[in-house]
């Protein structure tokens, strides 16, 4: 698969915002990255929370540049006692609902963020992208 492009980030954002909708029936921000955390594709539904923009966002920039979701730094964070603000990146976040988006041969291609739901639903719906693309 090559690189992360618009194409391609645009139509996973599009497949988080119809997941949210027939799933849970809520508004969500999702927000896809590439490899380097730098956003290429972003939407924020009608009704969405104006502060699940930069949520998403921090999302996908955190899975991005931790290479993990966020779910698995925020239990790395409990599990070795330490903080975000150690990694020295002001824009980590470890709110779970952020994705890094591989190839099958397991590259680091980008990441997906979603916020809006509990952080539960957002990072299944971010890993539920990811499990495809990788499958793809």
Do not use: W
Not at 36 to 59: E, N, Y
Not at 99 to 114: H, M, T, W, Y
Request: glycine share 12%; hydrophobic share 45%; net charge negative.
């Amino acid at each position: 698969m090559p690189d992360m492009n618009l194409e391609t980030a645009q139509d996973l954002v599009r497949r988080a915002l119809a997941m949210a909708t027939q799933e849970h029936g809520k508004p969500i921000c999702a927000a896809v990255c590439d490899d380097r955390g730098l956003l290429l594709a972003f939407a924020r539904m009608d009704g969405a929370p104006v502060r699940g923009v930069g949520i998403s966002q921090g999302k996908a920039y955190s899975a991005a540049r931790m290479g993990v979701t966020t779910q698995a730094v925020l239990e790395r964070l409990h599990r070795e006692g330490i903080e975000i603000g150690h990694f020295c990146d002001p824009e980590l976040t470890a709110l779970p609902g952020g994705s890094p988006l591989k190839d099958a041969e397991g590259r680091l291609l980008g990441a997906v963020g979603v916020s809006g739901l509990t952080s539960a639903q957002d990072q299944a719906i971010t890993d539920a992208l990811a499990a495809s693309l990788a499958a793809a």
